[in-house]
């Protein structure tokens, strides 16, 4: 028997073997647990042998399992070790990351991470697009991005979503408006009211829709936008009302709006989006791991 075995196969097998969990593993990996479930089973078609013992409770090394385990796992230790010295000596952490911002991320996260990554790891440069969340989406499906930060796709078929922060939303309402008594509300007492909304560019819009539909009415969208502030504005003028996010609510300042919680199971969730079962670049697995540290 030929053996073909690469170091990414085993390293992915010493992660699952170390977890105890497919999914817990595919976290640590960046991958999603299909893809490493396929990984796993390639290598044990590969030594013609069942490696884990699969059961609800997780999974457990078989026998088989636990002898290559103990043959490698030296050796991959050394590896890693090897190989960070060797970026470390050599200052090898140079490539660069192609990344999609979403409009209005960095409201949520702090701006100062983008320069202090690069500060960490001067090698690495960026190539930078801020833009809409479908646009976040479509560059990454057409591979002109390598990952996106962006609001959470509400169509997960062709990509994958690693969250990273989520907010509650809130109502945005002229206190002339009956509505603005309130303590709360939720979207389905929003149903006599003339929406001001996000444009289709944002999935956000997709999700209100949604949502209104589940309590039975379609939505009053007599105005629909990319600009924040000229939405609150239509508000101060009291031309409509305007679900919007925390960290909009918490900037506001006219004495004309109540801001009032929605009690909806309904939250605005940011995240890195890719394409699904992409094995990340080096760069983006280190940036995705240094968002993710300082969350």
């Known amino acids: 028997m030929t053996l073909s075995l690469e170091c990414k196969q085993l390293y992915y097998f ?17 991958l ?21 013992n699969r059961s609800v409770r997780g999974i457990t090394l078989t026998e088989h399992g636990k002898f290559l385990y103990d043959q490698f796992e030296p050796v ?19 490539g660069t990351l192609t990344l999609s911002i979403g409009q209005g991320v960095f409201r949520i996260l702090d701006p100062n991470l983008l320069l202090d990554f690069f500060m960490d790891y001067p090698g690495i440069k960026m190539k930078r697009f ?10 990454v499906l057409e591979g002109k991005s390598d990952i996106s930060i962006a609001v959470k796709p509400n169509d997960l078929s062709k990509l994958d979503f690693i969250p990273v922060k989520k907010e509650p939303l809130y109502l945005f309402v002229n206190k002339s408006n009956p509505l603005s008594k309130r303590g709360q509300v939720s979207i389905c007492d929003l149903k006599d009211e003339p929406f ?11 999700t209100l829709v949604r949502e209104c539909r589940k309590c039975g009415y379609e939505p009053n969208i007599i105005l629909s936008s990319g600009e924040v502030e000229m939405l609150i504005r239509l508000v101060i003028e009291n031309h409509g009302i305007f679900v919007c996010v925390e960290h909009v609510a918490k900037t506001m300042k006219s004495s004309k709006i109540s801001i009032i919680p929605i009690t909806d199971d309904l939250e605005w969730e940011i995240g890195f989006v890719y394409r699904k079962g992409e094995i990340l670049t080096y760069e983006s697995r ?3 791991h240094y968002i993710l540290k300082d969350d």
């Open 286 to 288: 280190k940036f995705i």
């Open 76 to 94: 991959l230790d050394r590896y890693e070790k090897m190989t960070s010295n060797l970026k470390d000596y050599f200052k090898i952490n140079k």
């Open 14 to 30: 010493k992660i699952v073997a170390d977890s105890g969990s497919l999914s817990t593993a595919a976290e640590k990996l960046f």
């Open 130 to 139: 801020e833009q809409t969340d479908d646009e976040c989406y479509r560059y």
């Open 32 to 52: 999603t647990q299909p893809a490493l479930s396929k990984a796993v089973q390639k290598l044990e078609e590969e030594l013609s042998c069942r490696l884990f």
């Open 196 to 206: 001001l909304v996000f444009d289709s560019r944002f999935s956000f819009r997709e």
